[in-house]
T-cell receptor
Framework: EDQVTQSPEALRLQEGESSSLNCSYT??????LFWYRQDPGKGPEFLFT???AGEEKEKERLKATLTKKESFLHITAPKPEDSATYLC?????????????FGTGTRLTIIP | ETGVTQSPTHLIKTRGQQVTLRCSSQ?????VSWYQQALGQGPQFIFQ???????GRGNFPPRFSGLQFPNYSSELNVNALELDDSALYLC????????????FGPGTRLTVT
């Protein structure tokens, strides 16, 4: 069964203080690893898809990287508006039962 | 703005009752997935529909059922509600079944008393 573990559970940073969020995964045949951002009481907002080890994607202050066992979401010089829960999910190669398996998320707070 | 809408926004039901939640996918997206998200947890996969047929199911009992319609709308039905069914229910649409980004709606907050 596919598994996703995210760490830390919560992270408080000062504005401008860079850091990284970790997503470790176990999956039978990775089709894709996805990062989402979720604000309280709202649906997840798509950020990135990574398909193979070594791949990197960037968007504003966020950069996602992928290895064979984990993914990192690097946040550079964060601002208070980056405060949210960041979710990682994987899709495995179970044909006919395609689904996303999510981690429990990292709750990020950026202090002005 | 993803273009995925859900109704109602909030709902309060009594244990044992039945509920229907609705989702309208982005135009052209022929796949819809439903998730249950308990407070402080990540979304858990309930099932997926592709071109109006169930394409996969998570570890949820048969009292969770769904329908997908040709007009990109779908429903999640839950019978015999239990207290543990209280959660945020999310639908997500995607272009196809495999490895396409899923775009989520805002969710329906269901409270069972």
């Amino acid at each position: 069964e596919d598994q996703v573990t995210q760490s830390p559970e919560a992270l408080r940073l000062q504005e401008g203080e860079s850091s990284s969020l970790n997503c470790s995964y176990t999956v039978s045949g990775l089709r894709g690893l996805f990062w989402y951002r979720q604000d309280p009481g709202k649906g997840p907002e798509f950020l990135f898809t990574l398909y193979s080890a070594g791949e990197e994607k960037e968007k504003e202050r966020l950069k996602a990287t992928l290895t064979k066992k984990e993914s990192f979401l690097h946040i550079t010089a964060p601002k208070p508006e980056d405060s949210a829960t960041y979710l990682c999910a994987v899709e495995g190669s179970n044909f006919g039962n395609e689904k996303l398996t999510f981690g429990t998320g990292t709750r990020l707070t950026i202090i002005p | 703005e993803t273009g995925v809408t859900q109704s109602p926004t909030h709902l309060i039901k009594t244990r044992g009752q039945q509920v229907t939640l609705r989702c309208s996918s982005q135009s052209g997206h022929n796949t819809v997935s439903w998730y249950q998200q308990a407070l402080g947890q990540g979304p858990q996969f309930i099932f997926q529909y592709y071109r109006e047929e169930e394409n996969g199911r998570g570890n949820f009992p048969p009292r969770f059922s769904g329908l997908q319609f040709p007009n990109y709308s779908s429903e999640l039905n839950v019978n015999a509600l239990e207290l543990d069914d209280s959660a945020l229910y999310l639908c997500a649409s995607s272009l196809d079944r495999v490895t396409y980004e899923q775009y989520f709606g805002p969710g329906t907050r269901l409270t069972v008393t």
